[in-house]
């Protein structure tokens, strides 16, 4: 029988939850939850236009960045920091799956730098705030293509070999998974802990450079096809608010549901140790 899922708390007054790529889908959703429940929430995207819309509706307010470029995340953490002195919850939900390979300002794959690099450099750039909380977290949105997923570091970027969108968007979500692993040792002894999930398939702009996918998601198939996006929130909406986080440190979960690592990189963690140093040295950031 399947465990139950923990206990949460049913407020999170007092508390403030940055939420990346909150302009629409799984973002929006979360943010609409967390608002209701109290927190006081950072609403973060791409779009002027719908990340305004969002934060005007939950009485939030909006921070734009395009994590196709670091020096945009290094700004929004920058902004961050001067707009709240307490940040307790961290969530890095802003992704994509790209069609064609492309290749950012910053000379990294679009997958790899928006899945990862992105996510990875704000989260050292807030670490220091988020550690000043007494019960602070960081919760990052992956993917079961992960299972699929390989990460070569010398060829991070997969110039070596043909692009393939749905190999480079597993290695990406790999990242995630390994980089929440390295992150919660990292931080034993502070009060930051985190976790990853899964949120099921969802009806998303995640893959929106995709022209099939795109278009499935502009008709009433998509209802049948895929969860919603307010489905697709709940399992970080939990993780947000879980009573323990200490009891999801370190984890991955498939919805409501812890999973062992169903690949043989996701369970090695000198592999995890050398892809955050060389994250850190892709980004010039470091703990």
Do not use: C
Request: charged fraction near 25%.
């Amino acid at each position: 029988m399947p465990r139950p899922a923990p206990p949460v708390n049913a407020r999170l007054d007092g508390r403030t939850v940055v939420v990346t790529g909150a302009s629409a889908g799984i973002g929006a959703a979360a943010a609409r939850r967390l608002a209701a429940m109290g927190a006081t929430v950072a609403v973060v995207g791409r779009s002027p236009e719908k990340t305004a819309a969002v934060a005007e509706a939950i009485g939030a307010r909006s921070h734009l960045a395009d994590f196709a470029r670091l020096d945009d995340v290094r700004a929004l953490a920058a902004e961050l920091l001067e707009t709240y002195p307490r940040i307790d919850v961290l969530a890095n939900n802003a992704g994509g799956l790209f069609a064609r390979r492309r290749t950012t300002v910053d000379g990294h794959e679009m997958t790899m730098q928006v899945n990862h690099l992105a996510p990875f450099l704000l989260t050292v750039l807030l670490f220091g705030r988020l550690a000043e909380a007494p019960d602070a977290r960081v919760v990052s949105t992956g993917s079961m293509a992960y299972r699929a997923g390989r990460i070569d570091l010398d060829d991070l970027d997969g110039e070596r070999r043909r692009y393939n969108p749905a190999a480079a968007y597993s290695a990406s979500k790999l990242a995630t998974v390994l980089f929440t692993r390295e992150l919660a040792r990292r931080a034993e002894g502070t009060a930051v802990t985190a976790a990853a999930f899964h949120p099921g398939s969802v009806a998303t702009e995640v893959a929106r450079d995709n022209a099939l996918t795109g278009y499935l998601l502009g008709t009433g198939l998509a209802r049948l096809l895929f969860a919603s996006p307010e489905q697709g929130a709940e399992p970080l909406v939990r993780l947000v608010a879980a009573a323990d986080p200490r009891a999801a440190d370190g984890a991955y979960f498939n919805r409501l549901e812890r999973e062992a690592p169903r690949n043989r990189q996701a369970r090695d963690g000198e592999l995890a140790r050398r892809l955050w140093e060389r994250s850190e040295a892709l980004t010039g950031a470091s703990l």
